[in-house]
């Protein structure tokens, strides 16, 4: 926490924090959105939408897009595991600012929930499996959240 605290103090433009063994790969920290603006998907609560689950459309799960619908990220509540992102939560939009955090996701063995990486990894593949039909990873995407 300090790190953070201490490069906004100096003006660093840019943070960028990973875990000991994962690195971006492709195009490396290219592939972030670095622009004021972008474009895509964007999901969460909107006033044209009616509210049917107000908490799974504030949660995201990216897993379900790149081939692993029962994996979910590291501090995603556990009481909405079992529970699927809420199509009608979904907007295209063609200028939204650009979120300030963004994350990327790891291929193989990626940052999931500790209880998820105990129960299903397994152990000698660790998490290295995808479904036949997914997003390919290597491609430019951008789903922000937003509440």
Excluded at 10 to 36: K, R, S, V
Aim: aromatic fraction near 14%.
């Amino acid at each position: 926490m300090f790190g953070y605290l201490y490069a906004i103090q100096n003006g660093a433009e840019w943070i960028y924090d990973t875990d000991d063994d994962n690195q971006p790969i492709g195009e490396g920290l290219a592939q972030f959105d670095a622009e004021i603006t972008t474009k895509g998907l964007t999901y969460g609560l909107s006033e044209k939408v009616p509210n049917k689950n107000a908490t799974m459309r504030r949660l995201f799960n990216p897993y379900a897009f790149w081939g692993q619908k029962t994996v979910w990220p590291r501090g995603f509540p556990l009481e909405n595991i079992q529970e699927q992102n809420d199509p009608s939560a979904f907007f295209l939009c063609e200028r939204i600012k650009t979120p300030a955090i963004q994350q990327g996701l790891v291929t193989k063995d990626p940052d999931v929930d500790a209880i998820y990486r105990l129960l299903q990894a397994d152990k000698f593949t660790g998490l290295n499996t995808f479904e036949e039909h997914c997003v390919d990873y290597s491609q430019h995407y951008c789903i922000s959240s937003f509440t």
